[in-house]
């Protein structure tokens, strides 16, 4: 048994690669989604040591060429739940008095064959299952999930160091155990990262865990998983599942050894989870971890000193990366009249350069929404926009799902700062814009702060330190990240820990070790080295 105090390799950032024309990763890349391109593939439940199959199949397509068929995967019932469940908890014995240094050490494995050999076959997974270009792809399926599996091996380390102190006599100690159950990872189809993290960060600190990913998510997750086995995590510490919502909840949220939920994905659905624990308090062995993620309907304010090239840049990209479909993307932003102007034409004049297509040709900015359920809601959006008064389309506008579900980057102006495009989440491509006189800055900061229930992103444009300083005091509340001179957008692990409050989530910031306290039950021990042998205190005396 070994007895040296292991520190981690100081994690660094992932670095972003470029995909430029003639470059060796992007061959890869190309490489590689041919190869995906070119098979369907069978995708299996992963419960403790066996891979399910079941007769009952999910067709996987890419949303820019919904006709085409990467695969299939077995869906289960609530029989499979239970399974996983029961999995779960048989390997949590091993893995829980497994040493912390030697659990880390798999996650780490697993960042390295993402930055290496399975790079290309997880972007390219990511890149058809999600529709992400080869950039948005990067940053999230590679580099971040790369980060989030280092730093949180880095953060670990610094949560096992902090220790009480001891008094003369006395030797204090905390213990970081795992939470007594098994945790149910609930994730969505927006980012791989967040998929591989929700899972991965509450395993790493020895507990065990049930995963649903998102039905449109799958076809990556697969790849996860894989990276997972191939880094050598144990059968049964996560075990992947494909069933509908309401039949896993029913199961897991009635379990006794429910003891928590890592969670991003809707509000509705997060709250309702939230009531079903609260009502059924009273048959778990523990009060469960509550974690979540959710909406956002994300901010962007510009003062009247602030560079109109800079904002529009901000918008376009902040709006329209990924078709809007980030929980923090920008949906509502609140121009000063003197600035309008220039903010328009600069942002049109970018808009119509942006092409939109499928994500193989890489000169696609834009490519399309992940189903036809969210282009619908999102075409009714902008459908209503059109006839609405006092409400202007100013760009896009239209849509066609006949073999992709693509939007075209749409910007409405409205002279009405509680029109349902600026209080509503879309998660689309669609930018509303209200248009503010110079004098009611201050007004406006109240508006900004006050038209939405979420308080996810938001960013405040200024060269002025005393309007930062005022926007940022103001908005303290309406944003878990907060940007000046940034888009709200791009939160990087280590750097902008990420989460926000209000109806948003519990602020429980991913990409730091503040998360990561959540997935444990800490015990504090003392030892006497000489204990008392007379009750009687001095002041008796």
Known sequence: MHNAIFHIPQPVNEPV????????????LEAALKEARSKQVNIPMYIGSRTVETDKKIRLSPPHDHQHVLGYASEGDASHVTEAIEAALAARGAWAALPWSERAAIFLKAADLLSGPYRYKMNAATMLGQSKNAFQAEIDSACELIDFLRFNA????????????????????????????????????NFTAIAGNLPASAAMMGNVVVWKPSYTQIYSAQVIMEVFKAAGLPDGVINLIYVDGPTAGDIIFSHPDFAGIHFTGSTGVFQNIWKTIGTNIHK???????????????????????????????????????????????????????????????????????????TEDFSNFVNAVIDEKAFDKIDAYIQGAKGAEGVEIIAGGNTDKSKGYFIEPTVILTSDPLYKTMQEEIFGPVL????????????????????SPYALTGAIFSTDRYAINQATQALENAAGNFYVNDKPTGAVVG???????????????????????????ARTIKETFVSPTDYRYPFLG
């Open 17 to 28: 690669l470029a995909y430029a024309p003639g470059s060796k990763e992007r061959a890869a």
């Open 154 to 189: 880095a953060f670990y380390q610094e949560i096992m160091e902090e220790q009480p102190s001891s008094s003369p006599g006395v030797w204090n100690k905390m213990e970081y155990r795992p939470l007594e159950g098994f945790v149910f990872a609930l994730t969505p189809f």
């Open 284 to 358: 778990y062995k523990s009060y469960p971890r509550i974690v979540g993620e959710t909406g956002g309907k994300d901010f962007v304010i510009a003062h009247k000193s602030a560079d109109p090239k800079a904002v529009a840049v901000a918008l376009v990209r902040g709006a329209f990366e990924f078709q809007g479909q980030k929980c923090s993307a920008a949906s509502r932003a609140y121009i000063p009249a003197s600035l309008w102007e220039d903010v328009k034409k600069f942002m049109l004049e970018d808009l119509a350069t942006i092409k939109v297509g499928p």
């Open 432 to 451: 509303t814009v209200y248009v503010y006189e110079d004098e009611k800055w201050e007004e406006t900061l109240k508006l900004v702060d006050s038209t």
């Open 495 to 521: 750097q902008q820990p990420f989460g926000g409050g209000r109806a948003s989530g519990t602020n429980d910031k991913a990409g730091s070790k503040l998360n990561l306290l959540r997935w444990v039950n």
